[in-house]
């Protein structure tokens, strides 16, 4: 006798998924290559295949017509990989009498053909099969492969033989699929021989393992999907499955399921033991009087609308098991009164719901033993939905099918409603009330030999039930629904998701939650986990407010990133929570904050812990009605009673106008980094003016170097393209406050002057009350704008709603007003002293303020004045939170410190560097950039950009040459480079190259007398000597610096033996030919001259064996250097060189570098798309 499995937990197996990942991955490519292979040789003129199975080739040359080759390819391949896991984990578990893919112990082939060789054939083989096979393995039928063709037939005939039992997962094989079976089965490096050591006996304790094999299957498929978002490819019906599937983790279906189902039956059942065996179990902490009853288990009715592959339905299986046995049910009867009774599951793929089904079967094997479960008839009910359509004409047939009665207004729409049921899913609403009813109805007519009604009847049934598992009936419905942005829908799933859900029509998830809801008796539950953003953010504003009417949250485990280990990273932020329908708005909802862990095991752990009550540390209560107080209803589960106030008294929307950016339609044509055009071309009526556009965090001031094209045709356009935007002209001129949109979810808010207009990836709003900015600004940037804002959202991205949504500032004392302003002095003039400002005057080490009898006294001042800085924005910003935490009573939750790493100004080592570093550590990387930065300041001297002798920018116009740089600076202590060419050798070769260039600077700035000692310096903070850094790190360095837009451009040879820098803002049409003929050609007689040296030594008798051994090698490298230089004079800069090349500055590096073609040193990702 079969024995019963006892109600403990299930045991839960160890799978190592990354091996089951690169299985299934695997699998699904090799299966479509056999599967392939199979298809053109079954379909070759005269085939084999057309001679024995001419039916099912005439099928399978239909269906290719019908849908596609591919997707035949697919089905085959999915439809043996479900077979072949199938049968490998019934294997695995004692479900097969012999086993099928799997050996028998100590043996290399599968059981099944084992015993057959040996004479032994299973009643799942008919007797007239039986002869065949035993013919085949004794010879006496002629075939190529005797074993390979008897197991062949063995599968066939296991499949058939589980048909009975399990029709969604066998389906009978007598079609083309058994044609395109895969041939190699048996080999050592067989799908199946890979299967085994993939699904191994260990990991196939848990059904569990289909799922996670299944989204591994289809992961391939996913990424492609995606990959065409990217590409403005929209998912169609038949790429849903595979772009919305996502396993969910088995603690958080635990969670789920014990919060819903669990608590249901607690409700009915105050003492039952369930809850000891449910871990993550949160007990309300009041008594509820006001629950749906239930009289007995069966009553019960859960449903998953996107069941998937069942992970939801299968713990919900486990845990009305108990039930029952707590209720004295006999176990024998349990499994099929579960299945009967209490669990369905819709999905839109064929292949999960077969899976689904499957889990549901194995779950009531695992109870039952094989025996019983074969007799056992209940069968898993899972519905599938498939698109069924209706002619008009065939409505006539429908209504004698159905009854004149019955056919109402109301059947004819939900007949019509699943023309794109693959499409829609489970967000069809039924409009027939009682399908029901209407369904026994109409399976109990009988139409005898009509068989054109019969047909329609078959039809008219499949929509009825496809209604009725849609019905809103469920005690509890628990889901992880898809997710997809509607952005990314195809245009039908749009406009459905438009006209049927405008609450929640930004994203599928969202759009399932109300679907849920309705699903759902009054006063049943759904438990769900989704998205996050639902939470918060102002596009499901609408959805909040319909959710607030409709019920409250019961529990939530906010989950935010990396719940799911099997994704990685920030990929998605989710929320796990239970929603009673029908709940009065003032009941107090548990939940649990997540979000600081780092991974799942630190989710799961906390969320045990604290569902055992040995901590509280994370866990809230809030209620609906406080959610309600605050603007936008967010779900703001942590605010305490003086949070709520202050968000009650009013917001910031009262204050400010927040209709303020430009989005350009076109960023590559119409915004360029400031250095990149003309400087007199920069002002606020254009045609190019200021624009900042985001960045990293930042407060006060900062991350300003775009700019706009900004002219009267342009304007038109933004205000034209349906793409393009452009703010109100009357805020054109107005201070605001900036900050940017993708912040990584810290925000640093930042004064717009008054000449600058936004950019969408940089928002603003304008105080109406242009003279208190700075009050709005330091309420901002103190801890209250970050405190608030993370209350109001767990997102990324901050939006204007977002900010003017926070609660009105409230009195404050004077000195914020002086503390700001102070704060904005302190970090323009940070800002501003980097080269990469556009109010750069000089560098902050040149300043007599800091000026020290050496560089590195010098810097060290300087580095005491820049601690000075730091130590007293500080100050500032802590006595700012201070006021502010005063001011609105949050003494008790939070404190005025600020780290010093958020003290956001470059001259601080631990915001620039961040890090777990030390302060040694922190100040060498000071030091070394600083000494970069002096050197790239020296270059942009030596070309003329600046002076040592005058503040700002010379020569930033095209086209002006020294002429115009005297007329600045009429007597200047280091003249620019006449001709704008400074080679970058490793060699003393010119005498005015960069190097000897820069030691002439150094001496200019900072004098003859400690010369060495001021150069011994630099090369110790570089790390390196002087020249080594000019030609090896430079102009990464300045590629770097500059955003991959350089002002200096670096003409170079292949393999770098040549090198010149030229100044972009100084170039003309003959600065090629220069770069040839006074530079190229003449290094080149150099390196010649250098061989004929080094040939010279090399048989001089005064030489030295290791003075001519170097001088051959010598030769032989010169030999390659002038090759190299030779090739590319003639193949690149000579005919270069003749074209004179014309650039327009206006058109940005990125077009014009590209046009020197391969004279110039690559920048990689220069081409990149620009945001």
């Not at 990217?230 to 019906?237: D, G, L, R, S, Y």
């Not at 949250?553 to 929603?579: K, P, Q, W, Y």
């Not at 949109?741 to 004064?751: C, E, I, L």
Request: glycine fraction near 6%.
């Amino acid at each position: 006798m079969d024995a019963i499995t006892p109600t403990s937990v299930p045991q839960r197996s160890t799978m190592d998924t990354g091996a089951l990942k690169k299985f299934a991955q695997e699998a699904r490519r090799t299966l479509r290559d056999q599967v392939s292979a199979k298809l053109v040789q079954v379909l070759a003129e005269n085939s084999a295949a057309r001679r024995e199975a001419p039916k099912a080739v005439q099928q399978l040359e239909s269906e290719i017509g019908r849908t596609s080759r591919d997707q035949v390819i697919e089905r085959v391949a999915y439809t043996w990989f479900n077979r072949f896991t199938a049968l490998r984990f019934m294997d695995a578990n004692g479900y097969t009498a012999v086993r099928v893919v799997t050996p028998a112990d100590g043996q290399t082939r599968p059981e099944i053909l084992s015993e057959a060789m040996a004479g032994v054939i299973g009643e799942e083989v008919s007797e007239a099969a039986a002869a065949q096979l035993r013919a085949l393995l004794d010879s006496r039928t002629p075939s190529p492969d005797p074993q390979g063709e008897a197991y062949h037939r063995l599968l066939v005939a296991t499949c058939n033989y589980w048909h009975t039992t399990m029709p969604f997962m066998f389906e009978k094989i007598d079609d083309f699929s058994e044609l395109l079976m895969p041939k190699d089965l048996l080999s050592q490096t067989s799908i199946l021989a890979r299967l085994r050591e993939a699904m191994t006996d260990e990991a196939c304790r848990d059904v569990e393992i289909i799922g996670w094999l299944y989204q591994f299957y289809i992961s391939e498929k996913k990424d492609q999907v995606f990959a065409g978002l990217k590409k403005n490819q929209k998912i169609t019906a038949e790429n849903i499955p595979a772009a919305t599937q996502l396993f969910t983790p088995h603690w958080i279906v635990r969670y789920l399921v014990e919060n819903s189902l669990g608590r249901l039956w607690l409700l009915n059942r105050p003492g039952s033991k369930l809850a000891e065996r449910m871990d993550y179990y949160i007990a309300p902490e009041e008594p509820e009087t006001d629950f749906l009853r239930i009289v007995k288990p069966e009553e019960i009715m859960v449903c998953d609308p996107a069941c998937g592959s069942g992970h939801m339905l299968t713990y919900a299986f486990d845990l009305l098991y108990a039930i029952y046995e707590e209720e004295g049910y006999d176990p024998v009867r349990i499994p099929a009164l579960i299945l009967q009774h209490n669990l369905t599951g819709v999905e839109i793929d064929d292949r999960a719901g077969a899976l689904a089904a499957f889990a549901l079967a194995m779950k009531a094997a695992a109870r039952l033993g094989r025996r019983r479960f074969l007799r056992m008839e209940a069968k898993p009910d899972i519905v599938v939905l498939q698109n069924v359509t209706f002619t008009p004409a065939e409505m006539q047939d429908v209504a004698a099918v159905v009854g004149r009665d019955l056919f109402t207004d109301e059947l004819r729409e939900t007949l019509l409603q699943f023309e794109q049921a693959k499409n829609f899913g489970s967000l069809i609403v039924p409009k027939l009330r009682d399908p029901a009813e209407t369904l026994r109805v109409v399976e109990a007519r009988d139409f005898g030999s009509d068989l054109l009604l019969k047909e329609v009847q078959v039809r008219v049934v499949a929509v009825l039930r496809m209604a009725e598992a849609l019905s809103p009936k469920y005690h509890v419905v628990v889901a992880n629904p898809p997710y997809a942005g509607t952005s990314g829908l195809n245009a039908d799933l749009q406009n459905h998701s438009k006209s049927r859900y405008p609450n929640s029509k930004s994203d599928l998830f969202a759009m399932f939650m109300e679907r849920a809801i309705w699903l759902a008796n009054q006063h049943g539950m759904v438990a769900m986990i989704n998205m996050q953003s639902w939470m918060f953010l102002s596009s499901f504003e609408l959805l909040r407010a319909k959710l607030s009417e409709t019920g409250a949250v019961l529990a939530m485990a906010h989950l935010g990133e990396r719940a799911f280990d099997s994704i990685g990273g920030a990929i998605v932020s989710t929320t796990a929570f239970v929603f009673g329908k029908s709940v009065s708005s003032n009941h107090p909802g548990d939940f649990i904050d997540l979000t600081d862990g780092r991974n799942e095991k630190e989710k799961r752990t906390k969320l045990k812990f604290i569902a055992s009550g040995s901590n509280s540390v994370g866990r809230y209560q809030a209620a609906q009605s406080d959610f309600e107080k605050i603007a936008g209803r967010p779900i703001v589960y942590t605010a305490s009673e003086r949070v709520i106030a202050a968000f009650s008294k009013g917001t910031l929307e009262e204050d400010f106008i927040c209709d303020g950016y430009v989005k350009t339609g076109n960023n590559e044509k119409f915004i360029r980094l400031f250095w990149e055009v003309d400087a007199g071309k920069r002002s606020a009526t254009g045609p190019w003016r200021d624009h900042p556009k985001g960045g990293e965090y930042r407060k006060w001031e900062g991350n300003q170097e775009c700019v706009v094209k900004w002219d009267r045709a342009t304007i038109s356009h933004y205000r034209t393209d349906p793409i393009a935007r452009v703010l109100n002209e009357e805020l054109w001129d107005l201070e605001g406050i900036s900050w940017s949109a993708v912040s990584g979810g810290k925000s640093g808010f930042r004064r717009l002057a008054k000449s600058e207009v936004a950019n969408n990836a940089a928002l603003c709003i304008f105080p109406k009350r242009q003279g208190h900015l700075p009050e709005y600004l330091g309420y901002l940037n103190s801890k209250l704008g970050p405190f608030f804002l993370r209350l109001r959202s767990q997102t990324v991205n901050f939006l204007s709603g977002d900010i003017i949504r926070l609660p009105k500032l409230q009195n404050t004392s004077d000195s914020i007003r002086t503390n700001v302003q102070t704060c904005l002095s302190q970090a323009k003039s940070d800002w501003d002293a980097y080269e990469t400002s556009w109010d750069f005057t000089s560098l902050p080490l040149l300043s007599p303020d800091h000026r020290g009898e050496t560089l590195k006294a010098t810097h060290a001042r300087l580095r005491a004045h820049w601690q000075g800085m730091t130590d007293e924005m500080q100050r500032l910003e802590e006595e700012n939170n201070r006021i502010f935490i005063d001011a609105y009573g949050l003494q008790d939750e939070l404190t005025p410190e600020v780290p010093i790493e958020e003290i956001t100004l470059t001259c601080n080592p631990a915001y620039r560097y961040g890090g777990n570093k030390s302060e040694a550590e922190l100040g060498n990387l000071l030091r070394s950039d600083t000494m970069r930065e002096f050197l790239s300041y020296a270059v942009g001297c030596m070309f003329g950009r600046y002076s040592p002798d005058a503040p700002g920018l010379i020569l930033a116009n095209q086209g002006k040459g020294i002429e115009e740089y005297l007329a600045k600076v009429p007597e200047p202590t280091f003249p620019p480079d006449a001709d704008n060419v400074i080679p970058i050798l490793d060699g003393d070769w010119f005498p005015d190259d960069i190097t000897e260039r820069f030691r002439k600077f150094l001496r200019v700035t900072f004098g003859e007398a400690h010369f060495q000692e001021n150069l011994v310096f630099i090369e110790e903070a570089l790390g390196k000597k002087l020249r080594s850094y000019f030609t090896r790190d430079f102009y990464a360095d300045h590629v770097r610096r500059y955003k991959k837009r350089p002002i200096y451009w670096l003409f170079s040879s292949p393999k770098g033996t040549f090198n010149a820098l030229i100044y972009m803002h100084r170039y003309r049409p003959d600065t090629v030919s220069v770069v040839l003929n006074d530079y190229l050609r003449e290094f080149r007689n150099k390196l010649e001259g250098h061989r004929r040296a080094q040939e010279a030594l090399s048989i001089s008798s005064d030489a030295s064996p290791t003075q001519k051994t170097k001088a051959l090698k010598e030769i032989e490298a010169t030999g390659r250097q002038i090759e190299e230089v030779d090739a590319w004079e003639r193949d690149v800069l000579f005919p270069l060189a003749t074209q004179k090349i014309e650039i327009d500055l206006d058109d940005g590096v990125k077009a014009n570098y590209p046009r020197f073609g391969a004279a110039l040193k690559p920048i990689k990702g220069l081409n990149d798309a620009d945001d």
